[in-house]
């Protein structure tokens, strides 16, 4: 079945800009959800069909997703940001959601 | 405002059976297809099942597929997920969530989720 690949840490310092990528054999030509999960708390979706984010979201996150690489991008890095983030697609083969491995991001 | 309540998770012995509920309100629960999913200790999410508008459609993973079963109560914005044959690998976390475009769509609002615990 179809795999998503995220790398399992990505650190960042205050200010900065984190990218937090999500491999699949042609991604590009599936849509991307990305939630973020704090600890102990249920997930939050955060960027919803590759780039569009809730209301909710600060303008700080955004969504990338061309050729095998989807990407989160959060700018201007907050204490508040450090979660767990998931990336998810469907399989159109037998329509199921599938999740990434998930990124620990760590705010330096 | 959405807000989804899970309860009947606890502690039961492998082969037991359980029954978790989820109380919908803030929405209109029969417009929304619903998503059970999972999360073990450390891991990442896994769904489990998902169900349409009513009962006639049905969606199971393969790790549960004949153990479970996932139905709703338009009627009484409620969901529900029978366990039986419960293993020690189903000890998870289970969330409740919507899916307000069906299958293909994000999984949009979550509940903070009941604890199952298979141990003997």
């Known amino acids: 079945s179809y795999v998503l690949t995220q790398p399992p840490s990505v650190s960042v310092a205050p200010g900065k800009t984190a990218r937090i990528t999500c491999g699949g054999n042609?991604?590009?030509?599936?849509?991307v959800h990305w939630y973020q999960q704090k600890p102990g708390q249920a997930p939050v979706l955060v960027i919803s069909y590759d780039t569009d984010r809730p209301s909710e979201i600060p303008e700080r996150f955004s969504g990338s997703n061309s050729g095998n690489t989807a990407a989160l991008t959060i700018s201007r890095v907050e204490a508040g940001d450090e979660a767990d983030y998931y990336c998810q697609v469907w399989d159109s083969n037998i329509n199921h959601p599938i999740f990434g491995g998930g990124t620990k991001l760590t705010v330096l | 405002q959405v807000q989804l309540v899970e309860s009947g998770g606890g502690l039961v012995k492998p082969g037991g059976s359980l029954r978790l509920s989820c109380a919908a309100s803030g929405f209109i629960f029969s417009d929304y297809y619903m998503i059970w999913i999972r999360q073990a200790p450390g891991k990442g999410p896994e769904w489990v099942s998902y169900?349409?508008?009513?009962?006639?459609?049905?969606y199971y993973a393969d790790s549960v597929k004949g153990r479970v079963t996932i139905s709703r109560d338009n009627a009484k914005n409620s969901l529900f997920l029978q366990m039986n044959s419960l293993r020690v690998a189903d000890t998870a976390i289970y969330f409740c969530?919507?899916?307000?475009?069906?299958?293909?769509?994000?999984?949009?609002?979550w509940g903070q989720g009941t604890l199952v615990t298979v141990s003997s």
């Open positions: 042609n991604i590009g030509g599936k849509t």
């Open positions: 969530a919507t899916l307000p475009n069906g299958g293909g769509g994000p999984i949009e609002s």
């Open positions: 169900i349409g508008y009513s009962d006639t459609s049905t």
